[in-house]
Every structure is written in structure tokens, then in C-alpha cells.
């Protein structure tokens, strides 16, 4: 098996530096931000029928990878619908690793700000559907991710969580997806939740942030050293405590509640995209041959795990 790993490792990294190209199909992204980031009016928490309508969207992408795509739907405040969106690969019965990414947003057309997450789960559902599994993955899309839902119950991924944890399921970690589409090489366009990380990471928003706590656990810890190695993006590992790292709260979290082992992968959200959170989050804002490598050394990774 190790050796088996390590040849992937070198094809892998072979055929890129050959190649100049991922795994990951830089036309289909861009097709799939354009879908869902030009998909008016607003996907938000106050639009139902348009959550489902990408809801539907997302299902029929998966459905194109995975003869295994469920829906976990719930109510909120006693009258609406949302719909969390399940992607499975590998043996039904063997310890999960979950990647997840929320389609909703707080302000169109939320291009990084969360496209970007579910974009990178298509392309994952692509590239898992022929693999051999060790583990199984889920790949969940989930709805309620932005406020006035946010460190709430009602998220997609709380409900997700709990799910799993009230169900016993065996988990081996969750990897969150959260705005991994912005780049930007000059100096001072990188800020951070504490002033001292600039010392240690620097001012360029030329990197992919991988973010936990300490002592996240095993999954964390492994999932974090394979990226690092693997990555051909430039990769920074913040560990911080959860309090520390609350400005930058998100869907892993949720699983921090249940004991589960956890991280983000981001561009750091508000700390470096100027479009966050307004109408200028579009797809031309996208660095889409930095997202795919992104991307890429997810895959590359679960492969190694």
C-alpha cells in the first residue's frame, strides 16, 4: 500500500510539473462558478426556492460522479425547508472523512463567498468516482451558512454534525471548504485575526491557509502534513485556539462540538478578499488556475490519507 501511495505521489507531481496542469479541469470550474455565482436572484436564507433550486443544481452535478446522492432536509422556525446535499463515495461501512463547502450566501453573487467551496466539490466528485476508497468520503453541500444562521443550530453543518454523532457514525475527520478562489501577490493585500501572524506569514495573499486548533486531532494533524508536502500552492498552517480563530468561524467548527477531528481550508475570507460580502464577489474575481491546484492537493491528499 505505501508503495502503492508513493507512485501515485510521484505521477502526480510528474504530470504537473511535466504538464504545467492539474487534475482538475480549469474550464469546468469556471463553467460551474458561472452557473451558480450568476444563479439570480440571491441564494440567501430568505429565498427558499431559490436554495432549492441550487439545491437541485448541486444534486444533478453529483449525480453525474455518484450513484449515492442523498438530501437532509430540515425546517427552521416551524415553516421552511432547507436541504443539505450528499455526495458519497467508498465502502458504505468503513470511517468517513466529510468535506463540506455552503452554497448559500449573504450577498450575491458570492462568487469566492461560497462558490468557490462547492465548485471544489464538483471537481472532487469528478475525480473520486473512479478511485479505489479506503475510506468513505461524503462530500456535503450545506445551506445556512451565513447569518443570521451563523454559530447557530440551524446551519447546514451543525445539523450535519449532530446527525452523525447521533447516529454514531464513525468518523475519521471533516475538511471545510470556505473561500479558496482569491489570490493576490502584492505586498500588504494579506491582513490576519492577530497582528503577529503577519511576522510569521507575511503580507501577500499568495497562499492557501490551512486552519485548526491545536490538538485537532489525528485526522487534522495528517491531513495537514500530506497537503503541505503535496501542494504546489504555497501553504500556511494556522493553528490557533477556537477563540482565538473565531473571526474566522465556520462549518468545521460545528464539528469541533461534536468531538469530531477538523479544519478549514480558505483563503482567509475578509482577512484578504475586498469583494467579500458584496456584489463584487463575481467569477472575474477568481484566480481559477490557483483554485484548481487548491483543488488538486485535496484530492492528492485524501488519496495519500
Same mark, same amino acid.
Given at each position: 500500500?505505501?508503495?502503492?501511495?508513493?507512485? +501515485?505521489?510521484?505521477? +502526480?507531481?510528474?504530470?504537473?510539473?511535466?504538464?504545467?496542469?492539474?487534475?482538475?479541469?480549469?474550464?469546468?470550474?469556471?463553467?460551474?462558478?458561472?452557473?451558480?455565482?450568476?444563479?439570480?436572484?440571491?441564494?440567501?436564507?430568505?429565498?427558499?426556492?431559490?436554495?432549492?433550486?441550487?439545491?437541485?443544481?448541486?444534486?444533478?452535478? +453529483?449525480?453525474?460522479?455518484?450513484?449515492?446522492?442523498?438530501?437532509?432536509?430540515?425546517? *427552521?422556525?416551524?415553516?421552511?425547508?432547507?436541504?443539505?446535499?450528499?455526495?458519497?463515495?467508498?465502502?458504505?461501512?468503513?470511517?468517513?472523512?466529510?468535506?463540506?463547502?455552503?452554497?448559500?450566501?449573504?450577498?450575491?453573487?458570492?462568487?469566492?463567498?461560497?462558490?468557490?467551496?462547492?465548485?471544489?466539490?464538483?471537481?472532487?466528485?469528478?475525480?473520486?468516482?473512479?478511485?479505489?476508497?479506503?475510506?468513505?468520503?461524503?462530500?456535503?453541500?450545506?445551506?445556512?451558512?451565513?447569518?443570521? %444562521?451563523?454559530?447557530?443550530?440551524?446551519?447546514?453543518?451543525?445539523?450535519?454534525?449532530?446527525?452523525?454523532?447521533?447516529?454514531?457514525?464513525?468518523?475519521?475527520?471533516? *475538511?471545510?471548504?470556505?473561500?479558496?478562489?482569491?489570490? =493576490?501577490?502584492?505586498?500588504?493585500?494579506?491582513?490576519?485575526?492577530?497582528?503577529? %501572524?503577519?511576522?510569521? %506569514?507575511?503580507?501577500?495573499?499568495?497562499?492557501?491557509?490551512?486552519?485548526?486548533?491545536?490538538?485537532?486531532?489525528?485526522?487534522?494533524?495528517?491531513?495537514?502534513?500530506?497537503?503541505?508536502?503535496?501542494?504546489?500552492?504555497?501553504?500556511?498552517?494556522?493553528?490557533?485556539?477556537?477563540?482565538?480563530?473565531?473571526?474566522?468561524?465556520?462549518?468545521?467548527?460545528?464539528?469541533?462540538?461534536?468531538?469530531?477531528?477538523?479544519?478549514?481550508?480558505?483563503?482567509?475570507? =475578509? %482577512?484578504?478578499?475586498?469583494?467579500?460580502?458584496?456584489?463584487?464577489?463575481?467569477?472575474?474575481?477568481?484566480?481559477?488556475?490557483?483554485?484548481?491546484?487548491?483543488?488538486?492537493?485535496? +484530492?492528492?491528499?485524501?488519496?495519500?490519507?
Amino acid at each position: 500500500m505505501k508503495i502503492k501511495l508513493l507512485l +501515485f505521489s510521484i505521477f +502526480f507531481l510528474t504530470f504537473i510539473h511535466a504538464h504545467g496542469e492539474g487534475l482538475t479541469d480549469t474550464a469546468l470550474i469556471k463553467s460551474y462558478l458561472e452557473t451558480i455565482a450568476g444563479n439570480y436572484p440571491s441564494r440567501s436564507y430568505n429565498n427558499v426556492a431559490k436554495l432549492d433550486e441550487t439545491a437541485d443544481y448541486i444534486r444533478s452535478v +453529483f449525480a453525474q460522479f455518484s450513484d449515492s446522492v442523498t438530501m437532509q432536509r430540515y425546517q *427552521v422556525n416551524g415553516y421552511s425547508y432547507y436541504e443539505n446535499v450528499i455526495c458519497s463515495f467508498g465502502p458504505a461501512n468503513a470511517r468517513r472523512i466529510i468535506i463540506g463547502a455552503h452554497y448559500d450566501v449573504f450577498t450575491s453573487p458570492g462568487a469566492d463567498d461560497a462558490a468557490s467551496g462547492i465548485v471544489g466539490l464538483f471537481e472532487l466528485a469528478r475525480l473520486l468516482q473512479c478511485q479505489e476508497m479506503k475510506y468513505r468520503v461524503d462530500l456535503v453541500a450545506y445551506t445556512l451558512g451565513e447569518e443570521p %444562521f451563523l454559530k447557530s443550530p440551524d446551519m447546514g453543518s451543525f445539523v450535519h454534525a449532530k446527525m452523525l454523532h447521533n447516529h454514531g457514525v464513525k468518523v475519521y475527520g471533516m *475538511v471545510s471548504l470556505d473561500m479558496i478562489g482569491y489570490f =493576490n501577490s502584492q505586498f500588504h493585500t494579506q491582513k490576519y485575526p492577530v497582528d503577529i %501572524f503577519s511576522l510569521i %506569514f507575511g503580507t501577500k495573499a499568495n497562499f492557501i491557509a490551512l486552519v485548526k486548533k491545536p490538538a485537532a486531532g489525528p485526522f487534522a494533524r495528517h491531513f495537514c502534513t500530506i497537503f503541505k508536502a503535496e501542494s504546489i500552492v504555497k501553504t500556511h498552517k494556522i493553528s490557533a485556539p477556537p477563540s482565538m480563530l473565531d473571526m474566522i468561524w465556520h462549518d468545521h467548527m460545528n464539528y469541533w462540538k461534536f468531538g469530531y477531528s477538523a479544519l478549514m481550508i480558505t483563503d482567509t475570507q =475578509n %482577512f484578504r478578499d475586498p469583494y467579500y460580502h458584496n456584489s463584487s464577489d463575481t467569477v472575474d474575481t477568481i484566480d481559477i488556475n490557483t483554485m484548481s491546484k487548491v483543488i488538486d492537493a485535496v +484530492f492528492t491528499t485524501l488519496m495519500l490519507l
